[in-house]
Every structure is written in C-alpha cells, then in structure tokens.
C-alpha cells in the first residue's frame, strides 16, 4: 500500500500547485494533467520493473 500511498500524495501535491496557481491569479490547470501524467508514466515504470 506504500506504493499507492505515494502515488496519492504526489497527486495531491499537483492539486496543490494548481490552487497555489489559482491564488495567484494565473490559471495554470495543465500543471495538474503534467504531473498526474509523470505520476502515471513512474507507476507504468514501477510495474514493469
């Protein structure tokens, strides 16, 4: 479950930047897509190995 937990967290971390983003008055949304798919390309990777 350690995995998961990772993968979890490192998507909330991209939510994160998107409402720091948003805050700041710069509409940013693709920083979220870009880091769900690095997140998905490294559990692809993970799964593989």
Request: proline fraction near 0%; avoid cysteine; charge should be positive.
């Given at each position: 479950?350690?995995?998961?937990q ?44």
């Open positions: 479950m350690i995995f998961r990772d993968l979890y967290l490192k998507a909330q971390k991209a939510d994160a930047e998107v409402e720091i983003a948003k805050t700041r008055g710069i509409f940013i949304l693709h920083v979220k897509a870009s880091q769900l798919l690095r997140v998905d390309s490294d559990a692809h990777f993970l799964i593989a190995r």
